[in-house]
């Protein structure tokens, strides 16, 4: 069977980040993917500051990281749909 989610009909509703196995999860109601936080290219972040927590923004169109200097780097959910973020390398 395969899983067929637009960008439109996907609204995260909770994102959390596992320390266990470094990955940041959004869920979108029965949808749930995790992507490798720390390939995410240090370029596509607001600061280079640590990231200190996430939410959800923009009605559940971004994950939010918020550094620990104050700013903010929104990350799309699309990121999250399968092939939606390939790390450079693979």
């Known amino acids: 069977m395969n899983v067929d989610i637009s960008w439109a009909e996907l609204v995260a509703e909770r994102v959390w980040f596992d320390a266990s196995c470094g990955r940041l999860f959004v869920q979108a109601g029965d949808f749930v993917n995790g ?45 999250w749909l399968p092939e939606g973020f390939t790390p450079k390398g693979n």
Request: net charge negative.
């Open 35 to 79: 992507i490798e936080f720390a390939k995410i290219p240090d370029a596509d972040f607001e600061s280079g500051a640590p990231v200190k927590s996430f939410s959800i923004g923009q009605s559940g169109s971004v994950v939010v990281c918020h550094h620990r200097d104050g700013k903010e780097t929104w990350l799309p959910v699309g990121m």
